[in-house]
C-alpha cells in the first residue's frame, strides 16, 4: 500500500454552502473547483441534491457541500429538499452562507441563521454575492444583525459568476480550517456519478426551457447509460423526463415536438462535451400524477 506523507500542517475540513434559492451557492462551487459539478439556472429550487465538491491543494483539502435552497416549503418536495440543506450543517466544520447582494440580508436569512445557530456554535463565513450587479453593500450593519445571534468569521463581498474575492474567500475558509486529513483522494472531485450527471444536465436544460411550475415539478431519471450495442463508439443515453400533470407533458414536448427536440439537442451538445464522446440522446416524457407530493417518487428519484 501506498502511504502519502501528510504535513502535520494540513488543514481540512467540510464546508456546507447555504443561503436562500438562487443567491449562487452552486455557481461558486463550480467556481472554486473549476469545473460544473452542479447545474445552474436562473430560476431557483435547482438543486436538489446535496453535492460534493472537493477541492484539493499541497496544503489543504477543502470539502464542499452545496445544498438546495433554504426557503418556506409548500409541498412535500420542497420540506424534503430544505430538510436536506439543515442536514448539511450536522456534520459542517465550517458554514459559508450566501446572500444576494440585490437582494440584501433579510429577515428570512437571519430566520436561517438563527435556526442553525440555536444548536451549533460551527464558525460562519458571509458572502455577500453577485457584487458585480450590486456593489452597494452596508457590511457593517449586517455584521451587527450577525453578531446579535452568533459570532461571525468574515463577511467577504464576492462575485461567483466572475470570480471577484473568491481568493480573499479562501483565505478566510483557510484561516480556520481545522487541522486534519485528506478525507478523499487527491484527485477525486465529486460525488455526482456519470449517470446523475447526465440526469442533472437534462433537467438544467429542461428548466431552462419551460415556465412557471413545470420546473419544480419536473424530475429526470436516467434509465440506459452503456455504449450502443450495434455502435460501441456512440454512447446511449436514455432518460425519462417526469411530469406532475398531462399538460405539462404537452409543454414539455412542444408544438410539434419543438421543445423536446430543443432540449434534447442543447443536453447532447453539453454531454458530449464533459464525457468526451457521441451519444445518442434518447427523452420520453411521463406524466406521475403529483409526484413532488408523495414520498414514494421523491424517494424513487433520489431526492431523499
Ligand atoms: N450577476 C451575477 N449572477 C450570479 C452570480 N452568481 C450566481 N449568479 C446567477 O444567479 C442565478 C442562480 O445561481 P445558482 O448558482 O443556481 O444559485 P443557487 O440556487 O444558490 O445555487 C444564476 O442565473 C446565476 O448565473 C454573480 O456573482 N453575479
Ligand atoms: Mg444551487
Known amino acids: 500500500m501506498l502511504t502519502e506523507l501528510i504535513p502535520d500542517d494540513f488543514k481540512s475540513g467540510f464546508i456546507a454552502i447555504l443561503g436562500r434559492p438562487n443567491v449562487g451557492k452552486s455557481t461558486l462551487l ?24 472537493v477541492l484539493d491543494k499541497e496544503n489543504f483539502q477543502i470539502v464542499f457541500i452545496d445544498t438546495p435552497g433554504i426557503h418556506k416549503p409548500i409541498h412535500r418536495l420542497g420540506e424534503i429538499l430544505v430538510k436536506s440543506a439543515y442536514s448539511a450543517t450536522r456534520d459542517s466544520d465550517i458554514n459559508l452562507f450566501l446572500i444576494d447582494s440585490a437582494n440584501g440580508f433579510n429577515s428570512e436569512d437571519i430566520e436561517i441563521i ?52 473568491l481568493d480573499l474567500l479562501l483565505g478566510e475558509i483557510i484561516k ?43 424530475a429526470v431519471i436516467v434509465e440506459t447509460f452503456e455504449p450502443k450495442k450495434d455502435n460501441p463508439k456512440i454512447f446511449h443515453i436514455q432518460a425519462n423526463i ?14 410539434k415536438g419543438k421543445r423536446i427536440k430543443q432540449i434534447g439537442t442543447s443536453a447532447r451538445i453539453e454531454l458530449e462535451k ?6 445518442f440522446l434518447e ?16 424517494k424513487e428519484y433520489g431526492y431523499y
Not at 472554486?32 to 460534493?52: D, F, S, W
Not at 451587527?144 to 470570480?163: E, H, Q, W, Y
Not at 417526469?242 to 408544438?255: P, W
Open 176 to 218: 480556520i480550517l481545522p487541522n486534519g486529513p485528506r478525507y478523499y483522494d487527491k484527485d477525486f472531485l465529486t460525488d455526482v456519478g456519470n449517470a446523475q450527471t447526465a440526469a442533472e444536465i437534462i433537467r438544467e436544460k429542461l428548466i431552462i426551457a419551460l415556465h412557471q411550475e413545470v420546473p419544480y415539478q419536473s
Open 30 to 53: 463550480n467556481k472554486l473547483l473549476g469545473e460544473k459539478v452542479a447545474i445552474i439556472t436562473p430560476k431557483p429550487q435547482t438543486t436538489r441534491n446535496r453535492i460534493l465538491g
Open 274 to 279: 464533459i464525457f468526451d464522446k457521441k451519444i
Open 114 to 165: 438563527r435556526k442553525i445557530y440555536s444548536k451549533s456554535n460551527t464558525p460562519l463565513i458571509l458572502a455577500v454575492n453577485k457584487i458585480d450587479i450590486n456593489s452597494d453593500i452596508d457590511i457593517d450593519e449586517i455584521e451587527r444583525k450577525i453578531r446579535t445571534i452568533t459570532d461571525i468569521g468574515a463577511i467577504v463581498p464576492i462575485s461567483a459568476l466572475n470570480g471577484t474575492n
Open 283 to 298: 427523452l420520453w416524457v411521463k406524466i406521475r400524477p403529483d409526484w413532488f407530493k408523495k414520498d414514494k417518487f421523491i
Open 242 to 255: 417526469i411530469v406532475a400533470r398531462s399538460g405539462q407533458k404537452a409543454l414539455v414536448i412542444g408544438t
